[in-house]
C-alpha cells in the first residue's frame, strides 16, 4: 500500500494545478483572437470528437446548464463555427457539427495540446504514461468513472 505524505499531495495538488494552466495557455490565447474561452473550447472539442452530437448529449457530457451552454452555442452559432440543425428523426433536437471555419479552429488549438501532452509523454516514458491514466481516472468520480472512460476510450 502506497501511504502519502500530506507534503507529497500538496505538491501533487499544485503540479496538477500549473499543469492545467500551461496546458490552457496557448489554446487560451488562439481562442481569445475570436473572443472565444474555455468554455467555448470545450464545446468545439466534443463537437469536433463527436460529429451529430446532440445538444441533450453535449449538455450530459459538460454537465453545465441549458443556459450556459445556450450562450456559448449560440456565439458559435453565429460566427459560422458549428451548425445546429434539426434531428432527422426527431426535429425537437439539435444536431450539432463544425463547420469549416471550426474545423480550421479546433485543429489549431488540437494540434498545439497534442504537441504538449505528446512531449510530456515521450519525456515520462510508457510506464509513467499508464500511470498517470491511471491517477486521472482515479480523480473521477467513482459514480462516473466507467462512463467517461468508455466515452474516453471510443473512437
Known amino acids: 500500500m ?4 500530506d507534503e507529497e499531495l500538496r505538491q501533487g495538488i499544485e503540479l496538477l ?17 475570436h473572443g472565444y474561452g474555455r468554455a467555448h473550447h470545450r464545446v468545439i472539442h466534443f463537437v469536433k470528437a463527436r460529429p ?31 451548425e445546429s440543425r434539426q434531428g432527422r428523426d426527431d426535429r425537437r433536437k439539435r444536431i450539432l457539427r ?4 471550426g474545423e480550421t479552429l479546433a485543429a489549431r488549438v488540437a494540434a498545439i ?33 466507467e462512463t467517461i472512460l468508455d466515452f474516453v476510450n471510443r473512437r
Open 52 to 82: 451529430g452530437l446532440s445538444v441533450a448529449e453535449l449538455l450530459q457530457i459538460l454537465k453545465i446548464t441549458k443556459q450556459s451552454l445556450s450562450r456559448v452555442l449560440k456565439q458559435l452559432v453565429e460566427d459560422g463555427m458549428i
Open 98 to 101: 463544425l463547420t469549416p471555419a
Open 17 to 33: 494545478y500549473f499543469a492545467y494552466r500551461a496546458f490552457t495557455s496557448d489554446p487560451d490565447a488562439i481562442l481569445a483572437e
Open 113 to 145: 495540446q497534442r504537441e504538449r501532452v505528446a512531449r510530456a509523454y515521450r519525456q515520462a516514458g510508457p510506464e509513467a504514461v499508464a500511470g498517470w491514466r491511471k491517477v486521472l481516472a482515479g480523480l473521477l468520480d467513482e459514480e462516473e468513472r
Open 2 to 5: 502506497l501511504y502519502l505524505r
